[in-house]
């Protein structure tokens, strides 16, 4: 026989237990009653005011990259923003409180991708350096970064870039090294570029077409590379006008035409003169012998003919001239010695005695045909007294091991 009372505690023991749960949920929906709100975070504490205004801009930032390989943005969480891989905090110049803002960003290599940073760096009021080499970045850069008052240094080298010269950049008054090299900008290179501050202008490796301006001459910068680009037109004369401060200069791999200009040979602080593989023709002037700091010299894969100047082999700190690929016919005794030790290199040129010359009849095809150079008069003067050593092999350079920044500039990785 079946024990009602036990059926009817049991009843009364479940009703016990789940009628509280019933009421509460017809009470959440009939009468206006709610469940406690979860608990909140605790409000995040920033080390200054400064690094406050900028977490919102990292964090919108963050929300458009698109791709992040390395697992970069995974540590651009809370409040310590000085401590988010590629960040770096600094004290506000100036500023007697000792303030901590946003000073750089360093993205190198992080192969981060995004399609625009707009809204970014020119959101970042105390952003100093900003480098991103070997990311894929995309877009265009803000006319508002010239508002950053601290800023004076864009390395957006190795990324996706395109379109026309970033023309705000023109904008940043203490801009110093400006690095675009290996996008794919086109069209031309404005002028205001070359009465800027920069020591340092690298845009090698894009697809710049045009004559370069004539106000070249004008920068002040140490470090120029314009090498694998459509640069055409002759080298402008004005670039002797940077004798006190241009160091090394890039030429390579463009369509420069035209000949070399005597005023080259007025960049005594040079080291690094390289107008490689371009269509430039006529002799070499003598004034590239008062070049006294000059260790790296190519001309070759040019149109160039004539006696290579024995003021030019006199240089007493060359490492390499290479005069290769041209139509040069004849060498004196010092560029004789040059060849022996591997300094000179003048294979495929026209100098009858010498190995590894062009063919008699490519020769004189070339020479068919009448050469012209403006200015011819100039390439035979020495604007410079020469040195005791010209008519002596000057001793063997000890420079051959040094980094030279331009030629580094060539390689796709950060510098």
């Given amino acids: ?26 009470c959440t929906h009939q009468c206006g009653c709610e469940e406690s709100p979860p608990p909140q975070p605790p409000p995040l504490v920033f080390l200054s005011q400064r690094l406050a205004v900028v977490y919102p801009v990292i964090q919108s930032f963050k929300n458009t990259i698109t791709s992040d390989p390395l697992g970069i943005t995974q540590t651009w969480v809370g409040s310590d923003i000085c401590n988010y891989t590629g960040f770096y905090c600094d004290i506000l110049p100036d500023n007697t409180d000792n303030i901590t803002a ?6 190198n290599g992080y192969q981060l991708a995004a399609p625009t940073l707009d809204g970014f760096i020119d959101q970042l009021p105390d952003l100093a350096i900003f480098h991103a080499n070997t990311n894929n970045f995309s877009g265009t850069i803000s006319p508002n970064i010239s508002k950053l008052p601290y800023f004076y240094e864009l390395d957006i080298s190795n990324n996706k870039f395109s379109g026309q010269f970033p023309m705000s950049v023109l904008g940043i008054k203490d801009l110093t090294f400006l690095d675009i090299r290996y996008n794919s900008f086109t069209g031309s290179v404005p ?24 106000n070249l001459g ?20 004005s670039i002797g006008k940077a004798a006190a401060t241009l160091t090394e200069v890039l030429f390579l791999n463009n369509q420069f035409t035209g000949c070399i200009p005597y005023e080259l040979g007025f960049l005594g602080n040079a080291t690094v003169i390289d ?4 269509l430039l023709t006529g002799p070499l002037p003598c004034s590239l012998g008062c070049l006294e700091s000059a260790e790296q010299l190519n001309f070759a894969g040019n149109f160039l003919y004539g006696q290579v100047p024995e ?5 007493r700190n060359l490492v390499n001239l290479s005069l290769s690929f041209n139509y040069f016919t ?59 050593y010209l008519h002596s092999p000057p001793p063997p350079s000890s420079r051959s091991g040094r980094h030279l920044l331009s030629y580094s500039a060539l390689l796709r990785r950060r510098l």
């Fill in 311 to 315: 003021a030019v082999c006199a240089l």
């Fill in 218 to 237: 004008s920068t002040p910068a140490l470090y120029l590379t314009f090498a694998n680009n459509k640069f055409t037109g002759p080298i402008p004369r």
């Fill in 330 to 388: 004849g060498v004196g005794p010092l560029c004789w010695k040059l060849i022996k030790s591997g300094v000179l290199d003048v294979k495929k040129n026209c100098i009858h005695g010498l190995p590894g010359q062009r063919s008699w009849a490519e020769c004189m095809a070339f020479f068919w045909h009448p050469k012209y150079c403006p200015y011819f008069a100039s390439y035979s003067i020495i604007p410079c007294k020469l040195h005791p």
């Fill in 191 to 214: 002028p205001q570029v070359f009465m800027q501050r920069l020591d340092v202008l690298f845009i090698n490796n894009n697809n710049f077409m045009q004559r370069l301006p004539d």
């Fill in 275 to 278: 107008v490689g593989n371009n």
């Fill in 1 to 26: 026989m079946v024990n009602i009372s036990f059926y009817v505690q049991h009843l009364i023991l479940t009703l016990t237990i789940t009628l509280p749960y019933f009421l509460c949920v017809i």
């Fill in 102 to 107: 946003l000073a750089g960003i360093d993205f």
